[in-house]
């Protein structure tokens, strides 16, 4: 069966850097678009950033561009985030998902990375 | 930015009665996804391309609309339909990705 799993979280200083991971497994990976969602607690979702099926385009919301860094191995099955610059509003649970038709949805989600950015 | 808007922000029915969800686009979308998240799990995908139901998902749920306004109705909701419903659109380029506040389906 598709399984997302998310790695990689924690709690890090404002200004400083870290890097989440996404191992996929129960499909080819390398067919698959990918995106990164976040979402405060008790709040809505917020897409962070999609990435093709071989790494050849990346796109991201304004709030993350040039912070943010979304890349994947897919020799690895392998999906990452890298954050820089992080700042108190990166907090939130952050899910990587895949990207159904056209990449125009997620149709399944990893369990999700909590990321606290606390001074 | 398209700017997603639902309705009401809580339902609350009796398992068994109907459900149906609002969700409206702040300029007209070409098609939309329905997500359902209980707490402490992640979103999983009901409906996309507005009407079509994702794998495994029973066919009380149901979805329409277009333009600007789209449903989602749950025909006879049972317990585990208790949840938070997010619709979803995609639009321009490069692509954006946004999602509504929400909706709470609550048991009455």
């Known amino acids: 069966q598709v399984q997302l799993v998310e790695s990689g979280g924690g709690v890090v200083q404002p200004g400083r850097s870290l890097r989440l991971s996404c191992e996929a497994s129960?499909?080819?990976?390398?067919?698959?678009?990918m995106h990164w969602v976040r979402q405060v607690t008790g709040k809505g979702l917020e897409w962070v950033a999609i990435?093709?099926?071989?790494?050849?385009?990346?796109y991201y919301r304004d709030s993350v561009t040039g912070r943010f860094t979304v890349s994947r191995d897919n020799s690895k099955n392998t999906l990452y985030l890298q954050m820089d610059s992080l700042r108190v509003e990166d907090t939130a649970v952050y899910y990587c998902a895949r990207a159904l038709e056209h990449h125009r949805y997620f149709d399944a989600w990893g369990q999700g990375i909590l990321v606290t950015v606390s001074s | 930015e398209i700017v997603l808007t639902q309705s009401p922000a809580t339902l609350s029915l009796s398992p068994g009665e109907r459900a149906t969800l609002s969700c409206r686009a702040s300029?007209?979308?070409?098609?939309l996804a329905w997500y359902q998240q209980k707490p402490g799990q992640a979103p999983r995908l009901l409906i996309y391309n507005t009407s079509n139901r994702a794998t495994g998902i029973p066919a009380r749920f149901s979805g329409g609309g277009s333009g600007t306004d789209f449903t989602l109705t749950i025909s006879s909701p049972e317990p585990e339909d208790f949840a938070v419903y997010f619709c979803?659109?995609?639009?321009?380029?490069?692509?954006?990705?946004?999602f509504g506040p929400g909706t709470k389906v609550e048991i009455k």
């Open positions: 990435i093709w099926s071989d790494g050849s385009q990346a």
């Open positions: 129960g499909f080819s990976f390398s067919n698959y678009g």
């Open positions: 300029q007209s979308v070409s098609h």
């Open positions: 979803q659109q995609r639009s321009g380029w490069p692509p954006s990705f946004t």
